[in-house]
T-cell receptor, first 114, second 110 residues
Framework: GAGVSQTPSNKVTEKGKYVELRCDPI?????LYWYRQSLGQGPEFLIY????????DSGLPNDRFFAVRPEGSVSTLKIQRTERGDSAVYLC????????????FGEGSRLTVL | RKEVEQDPGPFNVPEGATVAFNCTYS??????FFWYRQDCRKEPKLLMS???SGNEDGRFTAQLNRASQYISLLIRDSKLSDSATYLC???????????FGTGTRLTIIP
């Protein structure tokens, strides 16, 4: 399809494990965002890419979280030594240029840490 | 204090009624404002931008009050399909990051 694609849609892992979540943005969109959303809360900003570079990573909660976008398209969010508190829906969004306010979100990757 | 605050609701409103909810933001440098809609277990989608002079899109009216730092969303003649969570979103000058509120849950009752 032509929308933002995220894989896996569901991931169950054990505390302490490493997890990678993938985002394939809409073709041609230069801006890519990662958010996470817990039940009953709004999306919480994690990181924003403009092209290949992380323009704003101020939302990453700690150094266990890292994200890359090496070719300016697909992005991977990496979480090391997962904790139960990391359980949430991780949402990826893309935008044509950034700054327009219209983000196109994927359906999210639901992460459960046991 | 959260940067963007909303009454989480839920608002339970009969079909055909008018409903309004507000959102307040703490940063006076906030530049752009939006309402997003999120259906249960779905991703958020842009509903409308909010302009300084206020703007309307069909049954939906958005308004901005910079002096009091709040934005509002009014829904007229509410439909069952309007049931969703409405998220208030703010960006700050020189920053591409969109900050979301916690959302206001709306249920339209037949």
């Amino acid at each position: 399809g032509a929308g933002v694609s995220q894989t896996p849609s569901n991931k169950v892992t054990e505390k302490g494990k490493y997890v990678e979540l993938r985002c394939d943005p809409i073709s041609g969109h230069t801006a890519l965002y990662w958010y996470r959303q817990s039940l009953g809360q709004g999306p919480e900003f994690l990181i924003y890419f403009q092209g290949t570079g992380a323009a704003d990573d101020s939302g990453l909660p700690n150094d266990r979280f890292f994200a890359v976008r090496p070719e300016g398209s697909v992005s991977t969010l990496k979480i090391q030594r997962t904790e139960r508190g990391d359980s949430a829906v991780y949402l990826c969004a893309s935008s044509l240029t950034g700054g327009t306010g219209e983000l196109f979100f994927g359906e999210g990757s639901r992460l459960t840490v046991l | 204090r959260k940067e963007v605050e909303q009454d989480p609701g839920p608002f339970n409103v009969p079909e055909g009624a008018t409903v309004a909810f507000n959102c307040t933001y703490s940063n006076s440098a906030s530049q752009s404002f939006f309402w997003y809609r999120q259906d249960c277990r779905k991703e958020p989608k842009l509903l409308m931008s909010v302009y300084s002079s206020g703007n309307e899109d069909g049954r939906f009216t958005a308004q901005l009050n910079r002096a009091s730092q709040y934005i509002s969303l009014l829904i007229r003649d509410s439909k069952l399909s309007d049931s969703a969570t409405y998220l208030c979103v703010v960006t700050n000058f020189g920053n591409e990051k969109l900050t979301f509120g916690t959302g206001t849950r709306l249920t339209i009752i037949p």
